[in-house]
Every structure is written in C-alpha cells, then in structure tokens.
C-alpha cells in the first residue's frame, strides 16, 4: 500500500505476465488424401525459420474430431448428420516421435471413429520441440471421411404461411434422398436405404439427454411409426408418407445406407392446416 501526498492511499500489486515466444520453427502436417477410418499416410516436415533442416527433433501430434456442420455445398439443404447420435470428441495423441536427418516424419496413423454421425473435421495441433523444451505449434483442420458414402435427405417444402417447419397432416409428403461419395458426388450404383419414422411425445423432446441414439431406440416416449426401405437409382431416390390428423405431433426420420452405414436423421413437425385452433 502506497501513502500520496493527500494522505490517501494506493494498493500496487505485481501481476506476472507470461511472456509469448513465437515459432522459431516451420511446421507442416499434410496428409496423403482424406483421412479415414483404418490406416492414413502423413507427411510432418519442420525447419528453422533461417532455412536449415529440424534434423532429429522430438515432435507430437495431436487432434480432436468436430461435425463438419455442411458437409457438400451443393446439398445444402439436404439432412446429412446423425443428430440422434450424441457425438463429442476430446483431445488425444495421435502420434509422437522424431524427425529424420531431413526433418521429415513418414506418419502412418491409424484411425477409428466408431458410430460417427457423418463427415468430420480433424482439427490437429502439432509440435516440434527444440532440444531445449520450447516448442513451435502449427494448427491445422483436415477433412475426415470416415464413411465411403453418405445419405442425405430433404423433406418437403412447408405449405405453411407461418410456419417453415410444418408438414400437413392428411396429405401426400415426399422426401428425396441422394447417395453422395466423399467428394459430393452422386453415387451411381443402386443403394439400399432404410427409413424409419419416430413419433416423439412432448416428454422426450424435453428431455435434457433423450436425444441421443440409446434413448430414441428403447424410450417408451418414442414409438415406431413408419418403416420403408427404397432403392436409389443413379444416386436419387424419394419416399412418401402420409400421416393422419390425429397423429399430429413431433416426429423423427432416420434413414441409413444399408451398404456403407453411414446414417441421417432430422426432426420434423406435421399437424393439421388449422393448427392454431388446436384446443389440445
């Protein structure tokens, strides 16, 4: 505490700030195609920023896995994720070794997401550490296909003047689906998918942990309502429903290539056109 000359006092506090070094060394992760599920080709090189080669220095990698939330550009509008499926990723070592003479790593990784809800993100974080323990970091986000082949869907434009998401009840509804490859391209051969139709009562949807895959499958909140199965030819199909007015509600479409695995799903409201003079 400090006394000014008016008499009042003053408190000084030392603050230790934590000084920044940047990268003295460049680092570069590049793999040799799209990682996936099963075993990946990466290259890691690093050298000083003066030019000379990161000969025999230690390095890491490591990675956690994201959603990639719009998958193939052209699709926008199409359903290509598992929303059922809760899916969350934490940081975790990929690899860790040393470079060669060159400053070069040959990375074979081995990789195996199960039940992914659709294509991924991979953001890596890299490190090459000098021989003195100071490290230079490279941050790098690389696309993930853990499927050969992936099914999306687009439900119907709503009829609704007020509401988007509303199908009506007691009328014909068509869902187009395609098959796209890793790239977004259409799948030519015939697919197999199976569909399936969820009514969600009131309770499960506000339930905190019901959306997730375990829950919608076994919950008495949930009930089986439609089943189909569909054949896609030159990577389109489509698939009607009706529902009738006293099932109005929630509901929850599932639709899985049968071949690749891979799975889609989306919520969906269906009622009647007078909706808003529904008393109960």
């Known amino acids: 505490i400090v006394l000014l000359k008016d008499f009042s006092t003053r408190e000084q506090k030392e603050i230790k700030i934590e000084s920044i070094i940047p990268n003295r060394l460049f680092v570069n992760l590049e793999p040799d195609s799209y990682l996936k599920n099963g075993n990946n080709s990466i290259t890691l090189s690093s050298q000083w920023l003066h030019g000379a080669k ?9 990675a956690r896995y994201v959603i990639d939330q719009n998958p193939f550009k052209d699709y ?40 992914a809800p659709g294509k991924l993100k991979a953001v890596c974080e890299t490190r090459v550490y000098e021989n003195s323990g100071v490290f230079s970091t490279e941050n790098k986000v690389l696309d993930f296909s853990p499927y050969p082949a992936y099914v999306g869907f687009l439900l119907p434009k709503s009829d609704d003047y007020y509401r988007d998401d509303l199908l009506y009840t007691d009328k014909d509804n068509t869902v187009s689906f395609v098959v796209l490859d890793k790239d977004g391209n259409l799948i030519k051969q015939n697919r197999k998918i199976s569909i399936d139709v969820y009514r969600l009562d009131w309770k499960w949807w506000w339930e905190g942990d019901a959306y997730t895959e375990s829950v919608y499958s076994s919950s008495s909140s949930i009930t089986s309502r439609l089943t189909a199965e569909i054949e896609t030819t030159q990577g389109r199909g489509s698939w009607t429903f009706n529902i009738k007015d006293e099932d109005w509600g929630r509901y929850l479409l599932v639709a899985k290539d049968d ?19 529904r008393s109960s």
């Open 54 to 62: 990161a000969s025999h220095l230690k390095a890491e990698l490591d």
């Open 259 to 277: 071949e690749g695995g891979h799975v889609a799903s989306s919520v969906f409201y269906v009622d009647s056109p007078y909706w808003s003079n």
């Open 76 to 115: 926008k509008q199409y359903s290509f994720i598992a929303y059922h499926n809760n899916f969350s990723s934490t940081n975790e070592r990929l690899w860790q070794g040393s470079l060669d003479e060159e400053g070069v790593a040959n990375i074979r990784l081995p990789i195996n997401i199960e039940k």
